[in-house]
């Protein structure tokens, strides 16, 4: 998609580019083993199909899959192929499978721990937890729902792919088996709504701030878009997970941890709207999804990003980088859907102020200015970058983040989707 030529991300592409991202330019000129197909680079709004992936990139993919020499053999596709082996051969998981509960004892109630939050070594019980931001507290890994959900929505993706991509019949059919699993199975199906997810011991049992825990099941939700071609994703199956959405959409919109979420001036509220935007479009709640999308401009984009494109409020966080990367990719994928139905968020200064600003840290020798105690590694940063459409970056920029992608075999590379 380009903008019109009167917007001001139009004529910033005359601009000379800055300084960091000068940097990178002369990496383009090396060559790498690996080609993306030629129409992979291109990014448009969501049409018939996929909201979070990248449908352009992945028809690209798959016409290249069966070509010889070279596309067919690029990293992201082998590692796409041993991943699938793996997960068609792993169990399906449930919440069931965990061994804490939350405080309504029903195992089917998704339960997890906040994971920044630590036994406080002054109390002999340990009670009331406290905050130590950005280092995660390893009982949160164990026997929670966290762990699980992302295994699962990582092999759910990696089989649907491979049957999307490759033509794997029996990888198509375990993906809509591990989906049933974990959504809707009369047996192990979870209860749609998230009351007790990021647990503090000692504080609450559950709160808004764990919405962002389910973030992925966008990921599920192009699944489900590509596996309706599938003879295993039955009409039984859609019907019965497009109850269970429509009853956890309706949980996010009527409870006191989705008013709490909706509230937050960061990440947390860039995610709900995720949410909630995500599965309305795929319920058919057009409606819900333009006033939520319309709204985000102000409430999301203006508020969490400044006038010189920085997020100051992620940027204070101790693992800073990531959270101005993560929530600039909500932002970018929001405008995505927002551009599909009317809301023009890419027209707006600051989601280009923004990428600008994010984009001089592809850059490793560019420091990054507040704390980061984890290193946030630095080519994840182009996902975030090839979000935005065709126009809102200079072109050597946007080719500049295309060689990221094309010297790793990240799912991201593969998919387009934004980091989540």
């Not at 729902?145 to 990696?158: K, L």
């Not at 203006?302 to 940027?315: I, R, Y």
């Not at 990054?368 to 080519?379: E, G, Q, T, V, Y």
Request: glycine share 8%; proline share 8%.
């Amino acid at each position: 998609m380009t903008l019109p030529a009167s917007t001001p991300t139009h004529r910033e592409r005359t601009r000379p580019l800055p300084r960091p991202i000068s940097l990178l330019l002369p990496v383009l000129a090396l060559g790498f083993a690996w080609a993306l197909p030629a129409t992979a680079g291109t990014t448009s709004p969501p049409k018939s199909g996929f909201s979070t992936w990248n449908e352009a990139r992945l028809l690209a993919w798959r016409e290249s899959a069966h070509g010889a020499p070279g596309p067919g053999t690029h990293p992201a596709l082998l590692r796409l192929k041993a991943e699938a082996r793996e997960a068609g051969a792993a169990p399906a998981l449930s919440v069931l499978d965990k061994s804490k509960r939350g405080a309504s004892g029903d195992p089917r109630d998704f339960y997890s721990l906040a994971p920044y939050w630590w036994p406080d070594p002054a109390s002999p019980t340990g009670l009331p937890y406290i905050w130590r931001d950005g280092t995660v507290n390893p009982e949160a890994l164990v026997g929670t729902d966290s762990p699980a959900f992302r295994t699962m929505v990582d092999r759910v993706e990696s089989l649907t792919l491979a049957w999307w991509i490759f033509g794997d019949e029996a990888a198509g059919a375990r993906a809509a088996e591990l989906i049933q699993t974990w959504f809707f199975d009369e047996k192990t199906g979870m209860n749609p709504h998230l009351e007790y997810a990021q647990e503090i011991p000692g504080v609450r049992t559950g709160s808004g701030i764990g919405i962002i825990g389910l973030r992925r099941v966008a990921i599920v939700l192009d699944s489900v878009r590509a596996l309706r071609g599938h003879p295993a994703w039955t009409a039984e199956r859609d019907a019965a997970f497009s109850d269970w959405l429509a009853r956890y959409l309706q949980w996010l919109l009527d409870s006191g941890h989705g008013a709490l979420a909706d509230r937050q001036h960061n990440n947390h509220g860039t995610f709900y709207d995720f949410q909630v935007a995500q599965l309305a479009l795929f319920l058919g709640r057009d409606e819900l999804a333009r006033e939520r999308l319309g709204r985000g401009v102000e409430s999301r984009l203006l508020t969490h990003v400044d006038a010189s494109g920085a997020q100051p409020k992620e940027a204070a966080r101790t693992r800073g980088l990531y959270y101005t990367a993560i929530n600039l990719s909500g932002l970018a994928a929001l405008a995505n859907l927002g551009e599909a139905i009317g809301a023009p968020w890419w027209r707006e200064e600051r989601m280009r102020l923004a990428m600008l600003h994010l984009a001089r840290f592809l850059d490793p020798k560019e420091e990054w200015p507040h704390k980061d105690i984890d290193s946030f590694p630095r080519h994840r940063i182009a996902a975030v970058l090839l979000l935005a459409p065709e126009g809102v970056l200079p072109p050597a920029l946007r080719e500049a983040a295309e060689a990221a992608a094309r010297e790793t075999d990240e799912r991201w590379a593969l998919t387009g989707a934004p980091l989540l």
